[in-house]
Structures are given as C-alpha cells and as structure tokens.
C-alpha cells in the first residue's frame, strides 16, 4: 500500500535524511544532493550492472550510507548486504528499503576497519565513495579478495594539484606514497569518514596497491575531475 501524503511527511520529519531516493510510485523519500528524475539507477550503478551482469549474484556494498545504491542493486541482483559505520546512516537505509519494497538486501551495522571472514563471501564487493575516507587503505584492499573475485571501485585519487601532505604507506614490506586527506568533520558529517584522516593514493600508486594486494585484471571505466579531485571508476579482478 502506497503511503498517505501525510504518513510520508512524517517519515520525511522522523528521520534525519541527507540523500533522496525515489519510492516506486515515484515519490521522493529523503533528501539532499541525489534526485535522479526518473533515471532507475546511479550511473556507476548501472557500470556495475552493465559490466558485471549481476543477476542472481550476491554484493557486498561497503559504506551503504541511507541505501540509495542499495535499493537500485536489489532491483537488479541475487541479494545485497550492506555495510554502514553510522547508525543514522543504517536507520535511514533500513526504512528505505522498507518503503521500497526490498526484500533481497539487509544492512549491517560495521566499520570496514573491523570486518572479518564472518561477513561472508559474495560474488562482487560495490565500493563506491568510500576509499578515500580510509586511513589504512592497504590493510582494507589486501583483505578484500577474501570475501570477492570482483571490485568495483569508485574513488578519489590525489595529483598534483592537491595541496596535501605527504606521506608514506608501508604495507607488506613495500612503501607507498600517499597524501594525507584531513577529514575535518569525520565527528558529524554523515558521508565522512570514522578516523580525524586519511590516505589517498595517485592514480598510478593506487593502481599499483591493486596489483600488490591481489588484483590481476583491471579495467578502469571512468576517469574525471569532480569538485574534491580527480577520480576513478574501475573494475579489479583477482582473477585474470
Ligand atoms: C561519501 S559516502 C558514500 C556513500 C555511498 N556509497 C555513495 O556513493 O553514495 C561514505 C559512506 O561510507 C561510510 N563510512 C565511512 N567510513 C566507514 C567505515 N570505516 N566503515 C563503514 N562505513 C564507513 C560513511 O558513513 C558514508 O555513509
């Protein structure tokens, strides 16, 4: 049952939404930056449908947010499990998918930082907006292929027109540049990270962490200038 003009108001009112999505019947839930119109998914969404022909298959989404990445996956795969750090976040997507209508995704509440082999195993790992929100980037890719063949990635990378510090990352025995990303309001803002910083990587060190930590085949979809720096949209494949 579709809700009532006023029930939908008072769930825009009970939650503290800060991204939109639309409700089957063509309604906006939430609010904030994402409004697509009438488009079914995210572009990068609908990369990862396009390349990797989901259906039937099982994805971990890390860094679901309020699950507006989420409900377009579920519409187009086996199941999706996401992951969120921020019980704002969880609530939020836990209603969207509700009011949704989905019924093949749940949400868990956890820090990439501590995942471990219980979370499962899934056929892809969805990756989006979440990488360089990390201060331990190399720990967090090198246990990745535990849990999935196939990362899709979408992240920020550092050049040289970021005015960061640098710094350096060793993992493995192996050192890596990187840039210090100073994550101001990682205590209050929704889409930040959990720690006061982290690391980005050049696109070419980045692409190098990929083949180190496992990563044989990659094959890179998008590459663009966005207002906080460069970024990439990419397909890692353990297997070649
Ligand atoms: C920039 S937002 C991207 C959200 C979504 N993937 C998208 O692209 O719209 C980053 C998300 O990752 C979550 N996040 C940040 N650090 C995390 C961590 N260590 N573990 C789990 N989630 C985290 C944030 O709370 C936020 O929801």
Redesign the pocket.
């Known amino acids: 049952m579709p809700f009532t003009p006023e029930q939908l108001r008072e769930l825009q009112r009970l939650l503290p939404w800060n991204d939109g999505s639309r409700l089957p019947d063509g309604r906006v839930l939430g609010r904030g930056r994402k409004d697509w119109g009438v488009t079914p998914a995210d572009w990068r969404i609908q990369l990862l449908i396009d390349h990797l022909q989901p259906a039937g298959k099982r994805i971990l989404e890390l860094?679901?947010?309020e699950g507006?990445?989420t409900v377009q996956l579920a519409a187009r795969c086996g199941e999706v499990v996401g992951?969120?750090?921020?019980v704002g976040?969880v609530v939020c997507a836990l209603v969207r998918l509700w009011a949704s209508g989905v019924r093949n995704a749940s949400i868990l509440l956890g820090?990439?930082?501590a995942m471990n082999d219980t979370i499962g195993r899934f056929d892809i790992i969805c990756h989006?907006?979440?990488l360089y929100?990390?201060e331990h980037p190399l720990e967090h890719l090198a246990f990745l292929p535990r849990l999935a063949h196939t990362l899709f990635l979408d992240t920020h990378y550092a050049d040289t027109t970021l005015r960061f510090r640098q710094a350096e990352l060793t993992w493995n025995g192996r050192r890596y540049p990187a840039y210090v990303y100073p994550e101001r309001k990682h205590r209050t803002d929704?889409?930040s990270?959990?720690a006061h910083r982290s690391h980005w990587f050049a696109r070419d060190v980045l692409l190098s962490v990929l083949r180190d930590t496992g990563y044989r085949g990659m094959e890179i979809l998008d590459d663009r200038r966005e207002r906080n720096g460069p970024r990439v949209t990419l397909i890692a494949r353990t297997e070649a």
Do not use: K
């Not at 992951?83 to 921020?86: G, K, M, N, S, T």
């Open positions: 860094g679901s947010c507006v990445h992951l969120e750090a921020r976040n820090d990439v930082r989006i907006g979440l929100h990390l929704p889409f990270g959990m």
